[in-house]
């Protein structure tokens, strides 16, 4: 599965206090079993003091395989353990999908 490469590329490149990753392709206009759309929500001590385009590239970086092919959207949440502390463990919900067509499942 897909969703698990990325949950162990995500874990070697940057030990994460806390990982998340959840296929979100079910809210989009693709076939069933589809895995093209995800959402990442990662706590790590690696993003100290980064900005977050910079943690959201060592993102990119570490999926990039993943990025070049069968992965189509990826929605990042990236924070440090002081921010997830702040946000009580709380990312935004996905909203729903617009396609190009505007027609999602």
Known sequence: ?????IETKLHEAFNPLYLWVENE???HNVPPGSESHFKV????EEFEGLRLIQRHRKVNMALSEE???KVHALSIHTLTQSEWAREQGNVP???GCLGGDKNCA
């Open 41 to 44: 929500v990662i706590v790590s």
């Open 93 to 95: 919900k996905t909203p």
């Open 67 to 69: 990025l070049a092919g």
């Open 1 to 5: 599965m897909l969703q698990e490469v």
């Open 25 to 27: 392709s079910y809210m």
